[in-house]
């Protein structure tokens, strides 16, 4: 299938705004570029994107932005640029399908934007349509037997990594210039780091997930990727109601910056390790401080999670009616009905269990976090698989889905925030750089990825 060059360069968020601002783009211009993107995409046989772009409606909007620039009003660094939306979310009019095969009995088009929808719109983004996902979100490769499966922006045999694959291909090959996403258990983190991108899973609950298709109503966030830690900063703003950050990297000299060999470095491929000591090492010549410290409770997650953790037992409940019905369960994706079956052995007493579990685990976190400025780690410990290795044998795909997920997943067990961002030498598959805090640190998480990433990219 061809594609865009791939991981051609595209202006960041900022860059873009300042080109509107000086009159050297439009709006209109920008979203008939990314529609013409998403035409050639699609004709191609590429999956970004579930159904058809509403295109006369984006020109629109953007010509509506475009007019209230003129007039002196813009509302924020997003107004006029295209924006792509996980097919999660509530669109006004919109039927929400979740990346499934269709919508569930009784289903009706969305009465209102979901929030964090409509805080995009208010900032003056241009909505352009759904991006495709692995069904319900519950998958960290991102395969679709629905709408099909996006193929990685630079290898289209390999795979985007999910939930929110259509998002990350849609940001790579300049679709969007940013995304809406979610992530559950590393849904944002990992197609970033798939596929070259930066990626912030906030927080929960920092981001209003009302209007949203829930996975785990313990461990559901939402959040943006883009290109830049400052495109995430700026869209993690406007979704989160909360001032943007000056936008200037802090000084990494100084800087704590925690490394454990617990579990989040185990059976790493050999370029992750490669690109991770690199980043360790380049930083530590600018002269962060990378302190070792011990996480030994980590190495508990897989038995805590064994009989499939929270998001299985909350998948269950919100999935079981339908799953009881042979009619409507037959329309699952075979794979995403087998991991939520397995909610149905989780008892309320083993539900307990869990969030005791998460409590304790999370106290550990805050004595062994203590004193640092941000924790890095792989985001992901493999490079993105290849589509035939995962796609026809389930052996292959729940073990490539396990460790896609393994690093991820521990910071929303956690209830943290974290940053991806690349770390890979030019021109090889991309790895992502995990820049990780505990719950409500958004802010600090943000501040040091700056510092992070400007070192990385030689500004530093």
């Not at 083993?350 to 004595?367: F, G, H, K, P, T």
């Not at 958004?442 to 990433?453: M, S």
């Amino acid at each position: 299938m061809s594609q865009t060059p791939p991981f051609c360069r595209h202006p960041t968020l900022r860059e873009q705004a300042a080109a509107l601002a000086s009159g050297a783009t439009t709006s209109e211009r920008l979203v008939q570029a990314a529609i013409e993107r998403i035409a050639a995409h699609q004709a191609a046989g590429g999956h970004a994107y579930v159904g058809a772009v509403d295109a006369a409606a984006a020109l629109q909007a953007a010509r509506a932005s475009d007019a209230e620039r003129a007039a002196g009003r813009v509302p924020s660094l997003l107004a006029g640029l295209p924006v792509s939306i996980k097919d999660l979310f509530d669109v006004q009019g919109q039927v929400t399908l979740a990346g499934s095969a269709g919508p569930v009995p009784g289903a009706q088009p969305a009465p209102a934007d979901a929030p964090a929808v409509a805080r995009l719109r208010a900032a003056g983004a241009v909505l352009l349509g759904r991006t495709n996902l692995s069904e319900f979100a519950f998958s960290g490769l991102g395969l679709n037997p629905h709408h099909g499966t996006p193929a990685h922006p630079q290898d289209a045999a390999r795979i985007t990594g999910g939930s929110s694959s259509g998002a990350a291909v849609s940001v790579a090959l300049g679709m969007a210039d940013a995304a809406l996403g979610t992530d559950t258990g590393g849904s944002i983190r990992i197609p970033s780091a798939f596929c070259g991108l930066t990626g912030f899973k906030p927080t929960a609950r920092r981001v209003p997930l009302a209007g949203a298709y829930p996975l785990s109503r313990s461990l559901d966030s939402a959040g943006p990727l883009a290109r830049s830690v400052d495109c995430c900063a700026i869209v993690d703003a406007v979704l989160s109601g909360e001032p943007l950050q000056h936008a200037a990297a802090p000084p990494l000299a100084g800087l704590r910056l925690g490394v454990t060999h617990d579990l989040v470095l185990d059976g790493l491929d050999a370029d992750v390790a490669a690109a991770f000591d690199r980043a360790l090492a380049r930083l530590s010549a600018a002269g962060a401080q990378i302190v070792d410290f011990g996480f030994a409770e980590l190495r508990e997650l897989p038995r805590i999670n064994a009989a499939g953790g929270l998001v299985t037992a909350e998948a269950w409940q919100l999935h079981r009616t339908r799953l009881q019905d042979p009619a409507q369960a037959a329309r699952y994706d075979p794979r995403v009905a087998q991991r939520t079956r397995r909610g149905e052995a989780i008892s309320a007493a083993d539900y307990i269990d869990l969030l005791d579990e998460r409590a304790r685990l999370q106290a550990a976190a805050r004595e062994r976090l203590q004193g640092l400025d941000a924790w890095l780690m792989p985001t992901v410990p493999l490079l993105a698989p290849r589509l035939a290795d995962v796609a026809a044998d389930d052996g292959r795909f729940f073990a490539a889905n396990a460790r896609a997920l393994r690093n991820p997943s521990a910071i929303n067990f956690l209830d943290g925030c974290a940053l991806s961002l690349p770390c890979g030498a030019p021109g090889d598959l991309p790895v992502g750089l995990s820049v990780a805090g505990l719950h409500g640190s958004d802010a600090r998480v943000l501040q040091v990825g700056r510092a992070v990433e400007a070192c990385l990219q030689g500004a530093g």
